[in-house]
T-cell receptor
């Protein structure tokens, strides 16, 4: 299985702090994506990093990818209460079959 | 908004009822998906449609019956469901199937089976 496994399962930080979430996967990938889900709602795509990229930025988000270790990290800088959500690492399986991990629940306290 | 809408947003049904979930995407995508999200479990892919044709059925029980009349609309027909089918059902779309592209999700239908 290419299922991404996020770590930690839950994270609680103060507003303004940085949040780092990690993901490990098992097989070779073409790219890795991060999605966010606010409580009980649909998922929103955050960022995609390709296997030949090592780091990518989007606003306050920074994603790294280490294909040799089969791991990725998502850093959210200067967190806000609105960042409170579940974050999923998603790897691509056969065809366009995305495989979702169980997610990291992030809580940002104001 | 992501360009993918789902109705209804909430649904309560008995085990003998028949209901349908609707999904519509306004993105001009060719692929559409149904996912099931149960409490404390990873998102589970149910069905994949590409250009209206079903390309994947992830061993879903026959009490769930999908329908894709065109590339913009996707239905999930429900009949004789079980309480364990209570979950958030998410629809998604992407430009194509077969490449690892970004999927755009609707807000989901929260289903409760009594």
């Amino acid at each position: 299985s290419q299922q991404g496994e996020e770590d930690p399962q839950a994270l609680s930080i103060q507003e303004g702090e940085n949040a780092t979430m990690n993901c490990s996967y098992k097989t070779s990938i073409n790219n890795l994506q991060w999605y966010r889900q606010n409580s009980g709602r649909g998922l929103v795509h955050l960022i995609l990093i390709r296997s030949n990229e090592r780091e990518k930025h989007s606003g306050r988000l920074r994603v790294t990818l280490d294909t040799s270790k089969k791991s990725s990290s998502l850093l959210i800088t200067a967190s806000r209460a609105a960042d409170t959500a579940s974050y999923f690492c998603v790897t691509g399986g056969y065809g366009n079959k995305l495989v979702f991990g169980a997610g990291t629940i992030l809580r940002v306290k104001s | 908004e992501t360009g993918v809408t789902q109705t209804p947003r909430h649904l309560v049904m008995g085990m003998t009822n028949k209901k349908s979930l609707k999904c519509e995407q306004h993105l001009g995508h060719n692929a559409m998906y149904w996912y099931k999200q149960s409490a404390k479990k990873p998102l589970e892919l149910m069905f994949v449609y590409n250009f209206k044709e079903q390309t994947e059925n992830n061993s879903v029980p026959s009490r769930f019956s999908p329908e894709c009349p065109n590339s913009s609309h996707l239905f999930l027909h429900l009949h004789t469901l079980q309480p364990e089918d209570s979950a958030l059902y998410l629809c998604a779309s992407s430009q194509e199937v077969g490449t690892q592209e970004t999927q755009y999700f609707g807000p989901g239908t929260r289903l409760l089976v009594l």
